[in-house]
């Protein structure tokens, strides 16, 4: 993703505090008192500019979705189609990066994870930085509840390969295995910015659901 500066970005994020959480890193094991319920908690990790989560969040209600975003020129894409949308109430937008995931969450407080269209950093001595790679899905299961899931969608053939080697080795379960997602477009499918663009472009999309082990 070209990165374009937005020197307002960060006055625009100042502004609207109430959607966009300062100092993530301070609200660990808070986020029930922050969303004022006991929901689910679902959390995108690399949430770009924001249609995906609001989708979500717009179509289920009764649960609590975090977007983490690391680039204030990205969110604040995020944080304008929020407004644009009347501010669902369970909806929050962290500007974090992802490595930093048990940081911002308790062990066990959220209830799964989604990777849409990641980075799929193609150079073999950069596969520590795809999202899919041992070191964060470890991130993920500290964060999750017991056998919690984490959903995947991309467009790249062959992080989707590795992907699914990746998850294999780290011993989940697969849920689902989509090769080709919009054959047979699911109702409740949410479509991201990217997934739109390619799709439209005749590009199958891959998806994935899988599941981590119980903990003992």
């Known amino acids: ?13 100042d502004e609207h505090a109430g959607i966009v959480v300062k100092e993530p890193e301070t609200k660990s094991s808070q986020w029930a008192t922050i969303f004022g319920n006991d929901n689910p908690v679902h959390v995108e990790v690399g949430t770009g500019k924001g249609q995906f989560v609001l989708g979500m969040a717009l179509a ?10 690391h680039f204030d ?6 944080v304008e189609k929020v407004v644009d949308s009347g501010i669902p109430k369970n909806l929050r937008l ?14 066990g407080e959220v209830d799964r994870v989604y990777l849409n269209f990641s980075d799929p ?5 950069h596969a520590k930085r795809r999202l ?10 500290e964060v999750l509840v017991s056998g919690g899931e984490m ?20 011993g989940m379960r697969l849920l689902d295995v989509s090769l080709d997602l919009h054959a047979e477009m699911p109702e409740d499918n949410v479509m991201t910015e990217y997934e739109e663009k390619f799709s439209a472009k005749g590009q199958p999309i891959y998806r994935m659901e899988a599941k981590f082990a119980a903990k003992a």
């Open 1 to 13: 993703m070209r990165l374009r500066h937005k020197p307002w970005a960060k006055d625009y994020l």
């Open 60 to 69: 289920n209600p009764n649960v609590n979705y975090i977007g983490i975003e």
């Open 73 to 78: 020129s990205i969110i604040v894409s995020a």
């Open 94 to 107: 962290l500007r974090a990066n992802g490595k930093d995931l048990t940081a911002i969450f308790e062990a």
């Open 121 to 125: 950093w193609p150079k073999t001595r």
């Open 132 to 141: 899919t790679n041992e070191e964060f899905l470890k991130l993920y299961e």
């Open 151 to 170: 959903h995947f969608k991309t467009d790249n053939r062959s992080l989707f390969e590795y992907s699914l080697v990746s998850i294999s080795d780290y």
